[in-house]
């Protein structure tokens, strides 16, 4: 058998080779980083009512003057009740205002969800439509969004919250954000 | 208990795969006898004992046994029954374990009709399987359990994905995996042969039919899955492109071209390099197909949960499964004689044509598949592909594909005659010349060119599939004496299947109408000369879901046709939504309602559409199944032994 004859025959497994080491690459990008295209935009305008007094109307510009966290939540989705606990025990060191956005969700159970686990929320905007859900963005719940000052988004986060994001991710950027110039 | 026995069957079934891959292999190489007589035992126990984990889990599905943390992620007590057995592929792990069981059956089958080949043979065939086995149950053991116990357990399961509570898609998997997994039996004969050194005519022989059964079920399944999505997921549309309709498109097209490709090894005895090389590539696009939809690599972001092991041990399993077998190519494929010459003009070309054809169309689904992946993995940036490159890129390869699928069935192997063959087809080609002129009546719709072009290769491909049959049958009705394989007949009809599938695509989408439209109840439209009034909506209590139904009269000149029920269904357990549309069905034209999102004042946003002919895409699909069958049970593949070893140019000739 000579070299030469049998090169072609290699081929495939040089192709094999090629497609297992971009799986391979592809296994470890983390499919939850999909950058949102508004990181750096101001946050958008909207109008809501509040999810415990629905005649008080909520905007954006809860979201100005200091760096606020903007969480979008719902009592039917299950990884948001994963992700609740966390959030109460964080807003307890008040590092800052967190803000809820209550989407696609009916408000009895929600207020039942925060009767039960403990309210994190500084505010709770209530978006039974979704529309306002649309305007950010949103894939599904639960997402949050980090806002500066200037009420700008900086970060986005896909999925959970969990304690190792906050202490290694979140709260080194929320410290970073807060010590900018107002 | 019931899920310990489970877990131990797997574990027992485990040691026997690796004895079944050892006794196979090896014993195949050393041809020891003795070795070699254990291994039908081995195998059959191994797959009764994989089995038998399957109705361990299903049984703790149908006992609510919400102690075992698989079941009470997909099941719940008000999940009608049906539903709680098709539950246990509900998620990851039951799903592996419904790999293992088919796999389980496949091995059975072998383990039965495998008694005419060669001793060698059929043992190095049941070791590889074995084998294949061995990797999938240390995959499930290590790292998808689905026997692991919740505890303390959960009072009630988190309920069966809603959108998977559905008939189509109890049955789509199952069937899905019959093809997936019956690949790997076409592989456990390449491999065998490889090992063996012997690839010919009647290698081919051997591994047709069990190549043709998988493909069927391939067939089948995707049907299945293309119907389901038709009427669950709400949109009126059949298929997306998105990965995981791919993962299952790219081995049925590398598995259609190793059909063809395999009658060429077993007609010829040429093609035999190539042949080998479709099978490894058949069976390493189904694991691909396992891996993508498994792993998370190119899910969309909603898959939180996606668990980085699972996908490297998938990776390693395809590493090394088809980088031995590959290895095993390039050693033994350079020393393989070539098969017999032919002309340029014979069915040889044509078959090599299509399996060209076949295999390009296969790369630019994976090129298109994994594009995102590969920009992503090289830094590049982050985008999707959609339909309109796969449409691009796909139409344009058919296309030639469907004028030789007419013209490939009636040229002579190895020297073919231009002359009679235009002569046979001159009729067919006739009636799609004038099926595509006649099409060009709809010039106001957009697209007609593409229309016409579309009906006119519909059209020439059923003509022609008609034209080998109609001829035995003229022969015969003269008094003349004349054979009628099944192989060829089933030809015909999965080329008659393939001719009404282009028909079906070609006209609903350029003839389809789509609308979306707000309605009160009392109002009425019209879309594509049928009428829709809307009664009103009103609630419908399901056993474990709330609905709110519409109800629309159709009828069509003043004359009613049909009461639709849209339904938006509403499951408080997952707190889900799904969307029912209501289907008026008709061999020629679908109407399709779906109900969208509740307005202001009574007010519905709704999504009316007239799909003429979309029946046929999966009658097309179901035809092309009843051929795979019909071929592969011609009775040639069942002759004894001693009709084995036959030189190839004897064989009879379809």
């Known amino acids: ?182 | 208990m019931i899920p310990e026995l489970g877990h131990l069957a797997l574990m027992l079934a485990l040691c026997l795969a690796a004895a079944q891959a050892w006794f196979g292999i090896v014993g195949g190489q050393r041809g020891d006898a003795v070795w070699m007589s254990v291994i039908r035992p081995v195998a059959t126990l191994q797959a009764l004992f994989v089995l038998s984990a399957f109705v361990a889990l299903a049984y703790s599905f149908l006992v609510s046994d919400f102690s075992v943390q698989y079941v009470a992620e997909n099941s719940n007590v008000l999940l009608p029954w049906p539903y709680k057995i098709t539950a246990v592929w509900g998620a990851h792990e039951g799903s592996l374990l419904l790999w293992v069981s088919v796999l389980g059956i496949w091995t059975l089958a072998v383990t039965w009709l495998s008694r005419h080949l060669p001793q060698e043979f059929a043992a190095r065939v049941l070791g590889v399987l074995g084998l294949i086995s061995l990797g999938f149950y240390l995959f499930m053991l290590t790292t998808s359990d689905p026997f692991t116990r919740l505890l303390p357990a959960a009072e009630q399961g988190r309920d069966l994905n809603p959108i998977l509570q559905d008939p189509a898609m109890a049955i789509h998997p199952p069937m899905l995996y019959t093809g997936y997994v019956g690949f790997s039996v076409a592989f456990a004969f390449a491999v065998a042969a490889l090992l063996g050194g012997r690839m010919d005519a009647v290698w081919a022989r051997w591994s047709r039919p069990w190549t043709l059964t998988a493909w069927l079920f391939l067939t089948f399944g995707i049907t299945l899955g293309s119907w389901w999505s038709y009427y669950v997921l709400g949109w009126g549309g059949w298929w997306f492109w998105d990965p995981v309709e791919n993962a299952s498109f790219m081995p049925w097209l590398v598995g259609t071209a190793l059909v063809h490709s395999l009658a060429v090894t077993e007609k010829r005895g040429a093609f035999k390099n190539w042949t080998v090389l479709l099978a490894i590539a058949t069976f390493s696009l189904s694991l691909l197909g396992t891996f993508l939809v498994r792993s998370g690599v190119l899910i969309s972001v909603h898959s939180f949960a996606s668990d980085p092991k699972r996908g490297i041990f998938i990776l390693a399993m395809i590493g090394v499964f088809v980088g031995a077998a590959l290895t095993l190519y390039a050693w033994r494929a350079p020393t393989l004689a070539r098969g017999g010459g032919f002309q340029p003009f014979s069915r040889e070309t044509l078959l090599l044509l299509n399996n060209i054809f076949l295999v390009v169309a296969a790369a630019s689904v994976l090129l298109g598949t994994l594009y995102p992946l590969f920009m992503d993995a090289f830094g590049l940036g982050q985008l999707s592909v959609g339909p309109p490159y796969f449409n691009a890129v796909f139409i344009p390869v058919m296309a030639p594909f469907f004028i030789l699928i007419g013209i490939g069935p009636y040229v002579r192997w190895k020297h073919g005659d231009p002359k009679t063959t235009a002569r046979t087809l001159r009729i067919a080609a006739v009636v799609a010349l004038l099926a595509g002129i006649l099409s060009l009546t709809f010039i106001h719709a957009a697209g007609f060119l593409g229309l016409a072009a579309g009906v006119l290769l519909a059209i020439w491909t059923g003509a022609s599939a008609f034209i080998e049959p109609l001829t035995r049958l003229r022969q015969r009705m003269q008094g003349r004496n004349v054979s009628f394989a099944r192989a060829t007949l089933g030809m015909c009809v999965a080329h008659f299947g393939a001719a009404l599938l282009v028909l079906g695509i070609t006209v609903t989408s350029v003839l389809g109408v789509e609308q979306d439209v707000v309605m009160r109840p009392g109002d009425s439209i019209t879309v594509a000369g049928y009428d829709f009034h809307f009664d009103g909506v009103h609630g419908v209590q399901g056993p474990n879901y709330t609905a709110t139904q519409g109800v629309f009269q159709v009828s069509k000149d003043g004359a009613p046709i049909a009461t639709l029920r849209p339904e938006k269904r509403e499951f408080a357990s997952v707190g889900n939504e799904t969307t029912e549309a209501a289907i008026e069905p008709g061999l020629f034209r679908d109407l399709y309602l779906a109900l969208g999102n509740s307005l202001d004042k009574g007010a519905w946003s709704l999504r009316v559409q007239y799909k003429p002919l979309v029946r046929f895409i999966w009658l097309g699909g179901i035809f092309m199944m009843l051929g795979g069958l019909l071929a592969a049970s011609d009775k040639r593949y069942r002759r004894s032994r001693e009709a084995e070893g036959t030189d190839p140019a004897t064989v009879e000739q379809v």
């Open chain 1, 1 to 182: 058998m000579n070299i030469r004859n049998s090169m072609p025959f290699i081929i495939p497994g040089l192709v094999l080779l090629f497609l297992i080491g971009l799986f391979a690459r592809g296994l470890f990008l983390d499919p939850t980083k999909v950058q949102s295209p508004l990181i750096g935009k101001t946050v958008p305008t909207f109008s809501l009512p509040g999810l415990y007094d629905p005649t008080k109307k909520l905007d954006q510009n809860l979201l100005t003057g200091q760096v606020s966290l903007f969480n979008v939540w719902g009592a039917w989705c299950v990884a948001c009740q994963d992700e609740h606990p966390v959030l109460v025990a964080f807003a307890k060191t008040k590092l800052l205002p967190i803000y809820g956005l209550d989407y696609h969700d009916d408000r009895q159970a929600a207020l039942a969800m925060l009767d039960k686990g403990g309210d994190p929320y500084t505010a709770i905007f209530d978006d039974a439509s979704g529309d306002v859900a649309i305007d950010w963005g949103v894939y599904g719940a639960p997402e949050t969004f980090l806002v500066d000052k200037h009420g700008v988004i900086r970060d986005k986060l896909i999925g959970p919250v969990t304690q190792g994001i906050l202490d290694t991710q979140l709260i080194p950027e929320i410290r970073k954000l807060q010590a900018e110039a107002p």
